[in-house]
């Protein structure tokens, strides 16, 4: 007896949701505490580098449970196909069409919604780890930089090198608007987000600053060689994790800023960045107008 643990995330042309995947967590660690012998197998396009749905010897199997979702298309069929000298259950999914065969092709249904009634979904109760909740600010391409700009290569860099640290991602827009719901409409909404987050990691300037002044340290990256004035505010504000527009393409100068801005230390000079400071630029400006024509 063995059982294959499958779901939306197992389909190549599926869809991995976060749900789905803590429900199929769930019923493994249920299978494992019963003793019983079970794989998980996902979407090569989800997790390459675990067992692929695709490549699985349905010989192997004795029994398949088909984790979360709704219970339609012909993905499912499929799987009534492949594995029907299989015992066949669908625990945790929804039910909207009784009849239709990717339903009927199950021995058994356990769903968590049928005829308007529901059951709690597998996810609520799954342990999770917390990890780092990180904002990424990046800069549009501005003019004026000539050859030094290297937004392109940066961001390439950025994005790429973030897509594998193990953390919490959420894309940040610094645009204010007040007829889109995907932005915020004032800078106060903005700053609220920011004081939520672990760390930001950011090629803009007023990413930096607005990072500092909500006491989150901000691993920042210049997308302009030679320095503009990404460095220039760095060093301006005395912070230390900067990395270079020749050195954003370098993945181990980006894991030493991110554990430094990970760690106690980092968080420390962030809170001491974040308290008032006395701005030069509004003293020059009072001292220009007195100085000035009287108002």
């Given at each position: 007896?063995?059982?294959?643990?499958?779901?939306?995330?197992?389909?190549?042309?599926?869809?991995?949701?976060?749900?789905?995947?803590?429900?199929?967590?769930?019923?493994?660690?249920?299978?494992?505490?019963?003793?019983?012998?079970?794989?998980?197998?996902?979407?090569?396009?989800?997790?390459?580098?675990?067992?692929?749905?695709?490549?699985?010897?349905?010989?192997?199997?004795?029994h398949v449970v088909f984790v979360g979702g709704n219970l339609h298309g012909w993905q499912i069929r499929?799987?009534?196909?492949?594995?029907?000298?299989?015992?066949?259950?669908?625990?945790?999914?929804?039910?909207?069409?009784?009849?239709?065969?990717?339903?009927?092709?199950?021995?058994?249904?356990?769903?968590?919604?049928?005829?308007?009634?529901?059951?709690?979904?597998?996810?609520?109760?799954?342990?999770?780890?917390?990890?780092?909740?990180?904002?990424?600010?990046?800069?549009?391409?501005?003019?004026?930089?000539?050859?030094?700009?290297?937004?392109?290569?940066?961001?390439?860099?950025?994005?790429?090198?973030?897509?594998?640290?193990?953390?919490?991602?959420?894309?940040?827009?610094?645009?204010?608007?007040?007829?889109?719901?995907?932005?915020?409409?004032?800078?106060?909404?903005?700053?609220?987000?920011?004081?939520?987050?672990?760390?930001?990691?950011?090629?803009?300037?007023?990413?930096?600053?607005?990072?500092?002044?909500?006491?989150?340290?901000?691993?920042?990256?210049?997308?302009?060689?030679?320095?503009?004035?990404?460095?220039?505010?760095?060093?301006?504000?005395?912070?230390?994790?900067?990395?270079?527009?020749?050195?954003?393409?370098?993945?181990e100068a980006l894991d030493s800023w991110w554990r430094w801005c990970s760690s106690i230390q980092g968080?420390?000079?962030?809170?001491?960045?974040?308290?008032?400071?006395?701005?030069?630029?509004?003293?020059?400006?009072?001292?220009?107008?007195?100085?000035?024509?009287?108002?």
């Amino acid at each position: 007896m063995r059982a294959l643990v499958i779901g939306w995330a197992s389909f190549r042309h599926g869809e991995a949701t976060a749900g789905d995947v803590l429900g199929m967590r769930r019923i493994a660690d249920a299978l494992a505490t019963g003793g019983l012998p079970h794989d998980l197998a996902w979407s090569p396009a989800h997790r390459p580098e675990e067992l692929s749905y695709e490549s699985v010897d349905p010989a192997r199997y004795s029994h398949v449970v088909f984790v979360g979702g709704n219970l339609h298309g012909w993905q499912i069929r499929e799987v009534h196909r492949r594995f029907a000298h299989c015992w066949r259950v669908a625990v945790g999914v929804s039910v909207t069409s009784p009849q239709d065969d990717a339903v009927t092709g199950f021995d058994q249904v356990l769903a968590r919604d049928h005829d308007g009634i529901g059951v709690p979904d597998l996810s609520i109760d799954v342990p999770t780890d917390q990890v780092l909740v990180t904002g990424v600010i990046l800069a549009p391409e501005q003019r004026g930089h000539g050859h030094s700009a290297r937004y392109a290569e940066v961001h390439d860099s950025v994005t790429e090198w973030i897509a594998g640290v193990n953390c919490a991602r959420v894309p940040l827009d610094m645009r204010l608007a007040a007829s889109n719901w995907e932005r915020c409409e004032t800078p106060d909404q903005f700053t609220s987000i920011l004081s939520h987050l672990d760390v930001v990691v950011t090629t803009r300037l007023h990413g930096l600053v607005l990072s500092l002044r909500a006491g989150v340290p901000a691993l920042v990256v210049d997308p302009i060689a030679g320095g503009g004035k990404v460095t220039a505010q760095a060093d301006a504000l005395g912070w230390p994790a900067l990395v270079p527009a020749e050195e954003a393409t370098e993945p181990e100068a980006l894991d030493s800023w991110w554990r430094w801005c990970s760690s106690i230390q980092g968080r420390a000079v962030a809170a001491l960045r974040a308290l008032p400071t006395d701005n030069g630029l509004v003293r020059d400006m009072v001292k220009a107008l007195k100085t000035g024509p009287v108002l």
